[in-house]
């Protein structure tokens, strides 16, 4: 007899027991051997296996039980018919009836009747065996196993979204600095802020040293979310890092990082980035390259928005970049930062917009630059209220000291 209530509890051990793996199909392979041993009583399954797909067959990677005539790895055509059919129909009973059914297969596989379902958009099957007096429970066992098939692929879904997140997150950290440096005549303040969202975003923001009277600083943004946009900005970092210590002019650096973007194959393929090399003396030699206008506040608010360079990393090729000149000396400040910033909306979807933010940058003109960092936050996370972050923010404020 069929019992839904211990049904539904077996099942939900059986999913709660799934773990991230580096490869699915050892996750795959315990839960075939975990389906036998808590339904086999229910269902009738007597066996099982796996196989991955592979071109125009399917790969035996695991069963519970020896393969007849040693056939570990046995390929099965994705023509075969009762293959098509799982393919087709999701969950599908085979018996030696079926249209298309081999029995000299079958009896090297040690089986003759069977159930299974396909996952992952026909990436992998799992079959099982069935005992030959489940005849009066087959109705049951389609709807049983359809249910485990649904389940099932839902829970890996998540999983790999956990380990994909994970690993976006390891790489996004291991690209940003543990604390702004030390550079002798500035005051130098950094902060990250991560979205309130599933995925992990591809700001990213360094500080290179150049010998002892220059820094390199970079605040850019890769498109896009998740594990792609975390490669993408790891690439950059990479990259810009390298141009650097080979003493590469700036406009050169953007150049190559450029071309290398525009022929990666990752999803994400456009980055904005703003460089600058910062001197002692307070000269400031910068590229923009589509991202926003870092704002320089000089005495009496007076603004400077540094524009120069050239369009967004990724689209196009043979792009050219030209320098930008300023200069940071007693009483011009500075302040890079990401667009989610700006686009950080309230409850009437209002950005926080520039004109918000030179605003509170003259507030904190007389302010150190960490101080500077913390009320600019507080004051964007005011406006946004309740409202969730839509992006990573990323800001960076530099002060010259008396």
Excluded at 46 to 55: A, K, V
Excluded at 250 to 275: D, E, G
Excluded at 343 to 356: A, T, V
Aim: net charge negative; hydrophobic share 40%.
């Amino acid at each position: 007899m069929f019992n839904n209530k211990t049904y539904y509890r077996k099942l939900e051990k059986l999913l709660d027991a799934i773990q991230n793996e580096r490869h699915p199909h050892q996750t795959l392979a315990r839960m075939v051997d975990n389906i036998i041993a808590e339904f086999s009583d229910t269902l009738g399954t007597i066996s099982g296996r796996l196989y991955t797909r592979s071109d125009d067959v399917y790969i035996c990677r695991y069963s519970t039980e020896t393969l007849g005539r040693n056939l570990d790895g046995v390929s099965i055509p994705a023509s075969y018919k009762p293959v098509t059919a799982i393919l087709e129909n999701r969950v599908v009973a085979i018996h030696d009836d079926f249209p298309g059914y081999d029995p000299e297969l079958e009896s090297s596989l040690n089986v003759r009747n069977f159930a299974a379902f396909s996952l992952d958009n026909g990436r992998y099957l799992i079959s099982f065996g069935l005992d030959k007096d489940t005849e009066g429970i087959e109705d049951s066992l389609v709807f049983a196993l359809s249910t485990i098939q649904h389940s099932l692929g839902l829970r890996l879904r998540q999983a790999a979204m956990e380990a994909e997140i994970s690993e976006a997150e390891a790489i996004q950290l291991s690209l940003l600095p543990t604390h702004p440096p030390s550079f002798e005549g500035f005051d130098i303040a950094a902060g990250s802020f991560a979205a309130e969202s599933t995925e992990v975003g591809g700001d990213i923001h360094d500080f290179i040293p150049l010998g002892a009277d220059a820094l390199g600083i970079a605040v850019g943004d890769a498109s896009g979310h998740g594990l792609p946009a975390a490669l993408q900005a790891r690439d950059v970092v990479t990259g810009l890092r390298m141009g650097v210590e080979k003493e590469f002019k700036v406009t050169a650096v953007m150049r190559r990082l450029n071309r290398v973007i525009h022929a990666s194959r990752l999803t994400t393929r456009f980055v904005s980035l703003f460089y600058a090399e910062l001197e002692c003396d307070g000269n400031l030699i910068y590229v923009n390259a589509g991202h926003c206008e870092p704002i320089v506040l000089g005495p009496r608010g007076k603004i400077e928005r540094l524009d120069t360079g050239g369009m967004i990393l990724g689209p196009m090729a043979d792009t050219e970049y030209k320098r930008g000149f300023t200069v940071l000396e007693p009483g011009r400040q500075m302040m890079i930062f990401s667009d989610g910033l700006v686009e950080r909306m309230n409850k009437h979807e209002e950005h926080f917009g520039d004109e918000r933010l030179i605003n509170i940058f003259r507030e904190c003109y007389t302010l150190s630059a960490a101080e500077t960092v913390e009320l600019t936050m507080e004051k964007v996370r005011a406006f946004g209220g309740s409202e969730p972050w839509e992006d990573d923010v990323t800001m960076i404020v530099i002060k010259p000291t008396p």
